[in-house]
């Protein structure tokens, strides 16, 4: 079980930033797909300047991601501060428009 360090490092990384993807690798240098479709379709929805945090580098941190948002993949996209889902969720969001909505409800 992850400890309390790692979970609060979680919380204000979500909590300081609109947009934080937990990936495997970075927006410049995604390492899967998935990631890097996040990416894109974070910047499709007009935002440009996010937060990435590389979960292959930080092997204890992935650990701590799962148990925060109870999900066993990533990406992982939060929006101001709240665990929004995956690659495919986010793409969903976006092709019916309420990803753009819920960037622009919280500025």
């Given at each position: 079980m992850p400890?309390?360090?790692?979970?609060?490092?979680?919380?204000?990384?979500?909590?300081s930033n609109?947009?934080?993807?937990?990936?495997?690798g970075t927006a410049a240098a995604p390492q899967c797909g998935f990631s890097a479709r996040a990416c894109q379709v974070i910047n499709a929805a007009g935002v440009k300047d996010f937060k990435t945090v590389d979960v292959l580098?930080?092997?204890p941190l992935w650990g701590?991601?799962?148990?925060?948002?109870?999900?066993?993949?990533?990406?992982?996209?939060?929006?101001?501060?709240?665990?929004?889902?995956g690659c495919?969720?986010?793409?969903?969001?976006?092709?019916r428009g309420e990803l753009q909505e819920?960037?622009?409800?919280?500025?």
């Open positions: 400890d309390n360090q790692l979970l609060k490092k979680i919380e204000d990384q979500v909590k609109p947009v934080v993807i937990y990936m495997k580098s930080d092997d701590a991601l799962e148990e925060y948002t109870q999900w066993p993949t990533v990406p992982q996209i939060f929006i101001h501060g709240k665990f929004i889902g495919d969720i986010v793409s969903e969001m976006y092709e819920m960037l622009a409800a919280k500025k």
